[in-house]
């Protein structure tokens, strides 16, 4: 679909994220992502929405699966600087915002430091040449910094999407102290070796809804693990913090 709607602009298209990373899970999505050579000119935005909106999530067949879409310009981020541009980016959670505001535009996006280290690790070629015949490694600091700096946004996010920000805040914890971007699972089981006893059961709940449930069931969490996520989130945070100053140390 990328390739039929971008054309001879397209470099390579990849699969990354869990599916070439631990594996899918019930609520994990289908990432892609795309080098191109050129922007991507306004009609091609505007069909490359067009051709998703019925392909992922809600709307699409039931044995489908929702599509994150990234594409990146190569000259944007070859040679690698921080924070990197993302040309057009595509996920379930922005059809509003795309329905308000029309196609997505470039945007710096740090998470790219993320995603371009699990795909030059892990990833599967759709098309194309091998992921790292485009794009340069990203160095250990700016996977760091990236991972650091998406703790604001998650922390907004704590009461509405319980479940992924306490697994991200995991993994986070992980990156900073190991420069490893970990998937999820492994991620959890990680932080869960390393918490004290009283702050395990909101990472292992949230670790068992990951493995076991989509996003579109109920998340059960009684009042009880609900009052430790009030806990728990601050305790990782300082791990996090002490990570990061041993790093720079």
């Given at each position: 679909?990328?390739?039929?709607?971008?054309?001879?602009?397209?470099?390579?298209?990849?699969?990354?994220?869990?599916?070439?990373?631990?594996?899918?899970?019930?609520?994990?999505d289908?990432?892609?992502?795309?080098v191109?050579?050129?922007?991507?000119?306004?009609?091609?935005?505007s069909?490359?929405?067009?051709?998703l909106?019925?392909?992922?999530g809600?709307?699409?067949?039931d044995?489908?699966?929702?599509?994150?879409?990234?594409?990146?310009?190569?000259s944007?981020?070859?040679?690698?600087?921080?924070?990197?541009?993302?040309?057009?980016?595509?996920?379930?959670?922005?059809?509003?915002?795309?329905?308000?505001?029309?196609?997505?535009?470039?945007?710096?996006?740090?998470?790219?430091?993320?995603?371009?280290?699990?795909?030059?690790?892990?990833?599967?070629?759709?098309?194309?040449?091998?992921?790292?015949?485009?794009?340069?490694?990203?160095?250990?600091?700016?996977?760091?910094?990236?991972?650091?700096?998406?703790?604001?946004?998650?922390?907004?996010?704590?009461?509405?999407?319980?479940?992924?920000?306490?697994?991200?805040?995991?993994?986070?914890?992980?990156?900073?102290?190991?420069?490893?971007?970990?998937?999820?699972?492994?991620?959890?089981?990680?932080?869960?070796?390393r918490?004290?006893?009283?702050?395990r059961?909101?990472?292992?709940?949230?670790?068992?809804?990951?493995?076991?449930?989509?996003?579109?069931?109920?998340?059960?969490?009684?009042?009880?693990?609900?009052?430790?996520?009030?806990?728990?989130?601050?305790?990782?945070?300082e791990?996090?913090?002490?990570?990061?100053?041993?790093?720079?140390?």
């Amino acid at each position: 679909m990328v390739e039929e709607t971008v054309g001879s602009a397209v470099l390579g298209v990849y699969l990354h994220g869990s599916a070439t990373d631990g594996g899918l899970r019930p609520a994990s999505d289908l990432d892609v992502f795309a080098v191109t050579r050129r922007g991507l000119a306004p009609a091609v935005r505007s069909a490359l929405v067009e051709g998703l909106l019925p392909l992922s999530g809600r709307g699409a067949a039931d044995d489908s699966r929702p599509v994150e879409l990234t594409v990146v310009v190569q000259s944007q981020v070859r040679p690698w600087r921080y924070p990197p541009l993302r040309d057009f980016h595509y996920g379930e959670w922005l059809r509003a915002e795309i329905a308000a505001n029309g196609p997505p535009q470039p945007q710096y996006a740090t998470n790219l430091a993320i995603e371009i280290t699990q795909l030059l690790a892990r990833g599967r070629t759709i098309s194309g040449p091998p992921p790292s015949a485009l794009l340069d490694p990203v160095p250990v600091g700016d996977v760091v910094q990236a991972s650091l700096d998406a703790i604001p946004g998650l922390l907004d996010d704590l009461a509405g999407d319980t479940r992924n920000v306490v697994l991200t805040l995991a993994r986070i914890w992980a990156t900073v102290a190991t420069g490893e971007v970990l998937d999820k699972a492994s991620a959890a089981a990680w932080a869960l070796r390393r918490l004290p006893p009283v702050h395990r059961p909101v990472l292992r709940h949230a670790r068992d809804l990951y493995l076991t449930s989509t996003y579109a069931d109920e998340e059960p969490w009684s009042s009880t693990l609900l009052a430790q996520v009030e806990r728990h989130a601050p305790a990782v945070l300082e791990r996090i913090a002490q990570a990061a100053v041993q790093r720079r140390d």
